[in-house]
């Protein structure tokens, strides 16, 4: 039986700018594989190196020893994704990854009576260009909040009061000609830093 997804209260801006950036710099969809139009952007990134970045991102964000919640009461994480999970990692230490694609495919993953369900976290992940040669990797959690029929009802969990913060960013050095890794904490620090020089400015 597959159940319709349906997200409530969500805060649309971070799809929008993602679908704006896209635009902007000439994203095409393949087959539903992203494919990145060279010249649009300052280097572009093969799909074998997308990959890596992902998985990256999911080792950074999953902890390899402590099991997420949802691991101890599922068995698995539910995670959501358009990039082609064949090469993305199943399982980073104790807690192991179920992927799909569109939302009616949970359905397929929950547990049995579904309504044992709620609560429980789907997490979703996706890439955008944040700036010229500046790539973001983010994860974000969906929470299954009850269930009208066969629709799941889910509230949104994404920025904060700080802001737009990546889970990982991943900026070119045209210098060294490689991709630097930043990870949330170092964003968060970066933000912290810039509100407290706001509030705080040096006197001349």
């Known amino acids: ?63 390899d020893t402590v099991p997420k919640i949802d691991q101890i009461k599922y068995g698995c994480l539910l995670l959501q994704t358009d990039w082609d999970t064949t090469k993305l990692l199943k399982s980073v230490g104790v807690n192991h990854f179920k992927y799909f694609e569109i939302f009616n495919q949970v359905g397929n993953f929950l547990v049995k009576p579904i309504k044992k369900n709620k609560g429980r976290l789907i997490y979703h992940i996706s890439f955008g260009y944040y700036a010229r040669d500046t790539l973001d990797i983010n994860i974000y959690y969906s929470i299954i909040e009850g269930f009208i029929k066969q629709l799941i009802d889910s509230g949104d969990i994404r920025d904060g009061k700080l802001g737009y913060i990546p889970t990982a960013r991943f900026i070119y050095d045209n210098e060294k000609g490689i991709w630097i890794y930043h990870s949330f904490q170092e964003s968060l620090n970066k933000r912290l830093s810039e509100i407290d020089k706001h509030l705080h400015p040096k006197q001349e």
């Open 1 to 63: 039986m597959k159940i319709n997804f349906r997200l409530s209260s969500m805060k649309p801006h971070l799809h929008l700018f993602i679908l704006f950036m896209m635009m902007v710099l000439g994203l095409m969809n393949v087959n539903g594989q992203t494919k990145m139009t060279e010249g649009r952007i300052g280097q572009p990134i093969n799909d074998s190196l997308m990959t890596t970045f992902f998985n990256k991102t999911l080792v950074e964000y999953f902890s």
